[in-house]
């Protein structure tokens, strides 16, 4: 009896197992039927699914001589001037034009989610959250090279010299600093974290402000970095704010922006200059030993904007008729942009042109006499020639 069930039991899974090789074959052969027919309908559905992503690929994203430039409006870009020119950067090309609008070169971004800072002939262009940088020149790229770890923040100095924060395993960041060949020059295992850096004049150090949480708050510490030694130079004491921006000045001083309060540090680290803001902060802008603030004031409904023309000099304040877009700080004088406007003005808060526009932009910059416009679908310019003492 045994024996019987056996023998049904192997009958019953040699039908299981051909029942199951027929629905593959048939499977095998659904697939390709269908297959078989979409090759020979392929001239009717390629059309229509294909064609649009080709030419949107082969679209140029940037098109126009002189001014203004049309801008794609599937193309997300960044831009800075660049030499007597200026740069764009996308998510797939750098573009270099003239000061004139004349495309001179482009050059190839493989990188995603990419930042572009500048200084004057130069540009650093890195991987927020990635591991690649790299530094534009005129002629060409100077460097390419990969950070130790995910990259943070990245800067670069007016002679080409780069700082990199990145995330490792090791510790809480890490800080590398490269010479304008991209050779290393220093290292610095991290317990706090960086939030920004500013390198000093002849890039032969820098300041370090870091970020911590204290009893809820947060609060930011500045260190001065030399190169070649292994011990700061000086360490200030905690501030009850968070750094938004920092700048060196040629004497090693050092500006903080902070959420709340911008600050001033001498060469040694004493602090000798506080001051508060009128309002939420909105945008700032900094020049040599000069900055100017603008705030927003909800319970007031108004715009203000405050003038720092040196450390030993009142602040001015100065109410706004419309609130700021975006602004742009020189030497001598400040340029904010508003929904109908570019104004000029200097540190002592006097208005000293002021240029009508009809388009939207969201950035402005100057070169030479122009400002630049900087559109979400187009870059322009306007002639804004300032006669300053």
Known sequence: MAQTDVKDISKSQREKNRRRDMHKLLGLASLFVIVLGLYAS??????????????????????????PLSVSNNTGYQTCRFGEGFAVLSDTKLYIYSGDGKIIETRENTYSNSVMKNVENKALIYEQGGSYFRVEGKRDTVYNKKASGTILTAEISNQGYVAVVSLTDRYVCELSV?????????????????????FNSESTGCAVVNIDAQNGSLVSKTRMIDFKKSEDL?????MEVCCVDSYMLDDNGIFIFGDEICAHYDADGNCDFTQSYTGTLSDFAY????????CEN?????????FINGYD??????????????????????YIMTEGSVDAYDYSGKLLKSKEISEVYRQI??????????????IDRVKFELKLK
Do not use: H
């Not at 909800?298 to 405050?306: A, F, H, S």
């Not at 000099?313 to 877009?325: F, G, M």
């Not at 910059?365 to 187009?378: E, H, K, P, Q, W």
């Open 42 to 67: 392929r001239d009717r559905w390629l059309s229509k699914v294909s064609t649009d992503s080709i030419l949107l690929m082969k679209q140029d994203e940037i098109t126009g001589e002189n001014f």
């Open 178 to 198: 490269y010479d304008a060949g991209g050779e290393e020059i220093y290292f610095r295992g991290c317990k706090e974290r960086i939030i920004d850096i500013a």
């Open 234 to 238: 000086w360490e200030s004491q905690t």
């Open 287 to 294: 020049s040599g030993n000069k900055a100017a603030i603008v």
């Open 298 to 306: 909800e319970v007031k409904r108004e715009t203000t904007m405050m």
């Open 313 to 334: 000099q009142d602040v001015i304040s100065i109410v706004l008729n419309e609130p700021v877009k975006c602004m742009y700080a020189e030497k001598n004088a400040v």
């Open 365 to 378: 910059y100057r070169i030479d006499d122009y400002i630049m416009l900087i559109g979400y679908n187009s």
